[in-house]
């Protein structure tokens, strides 16, 4: 599976971005879509998921209510809609694809990375 991010840049706080990860490949064996999130000096950390398969998502508390994951089947597209930006939320964003048949959180155990796309969030 291959994965391609877009859609990162510079916003104010308080703006919206959306991301982009487009899959292609083995796109089949691909369960869960994950987004992570890399800030300078820190470790990856998880953001968000969606399931291929019925659509089921999870988010990270720091992000709820503020982000919103999405996919398009047809497309083999994962969105990942940020609105309320902080400067916090400045990272590099990275998309995953996960084949393991249960959600899991953990970077580790996802098995296809994207190259990832910087969000830049000035106060």
């Known amino acids: 599976v291959q994965l391609q991010a877009s859609g990162g840049g510079l916003v104010q706080a308080g703006g919206s971005l959306r991301l982009s990860c487009a899959a292609s490949?083995?796109?089949?064996?691909?369960?869960?879509m994950g987004w992570f999130r890399q800030a300078p000096g820190k470790e990856r950390e998880f953001v968000a998921d969606?399931?291929?398969?019925?659509?089921?998502?999870t988010y990270a508390d720091s992000v709820k209510g503020r982000f919103t994951v999405s996919r398009n089947n047809a497309e083999n597209t994962v969105y990942l809609q940020m609105t309320s930006l902080k400067p916090e939320d400045t990272a590099v964003y990275h998309c995953a694809a996960g084949s393991k048949l249960i959600r899991v959180l953990a970077p580790s155990e996802y098995d296809y990375w994207g190259q990832g796309t910087l969000v830049t969030v000035s106060s």
């Open positions: 969606i399931a291929w398969s019925g659509g089921s998502t």
């Open positions: 490949g083995r796109t089949f064996s691909a369960r869960y």
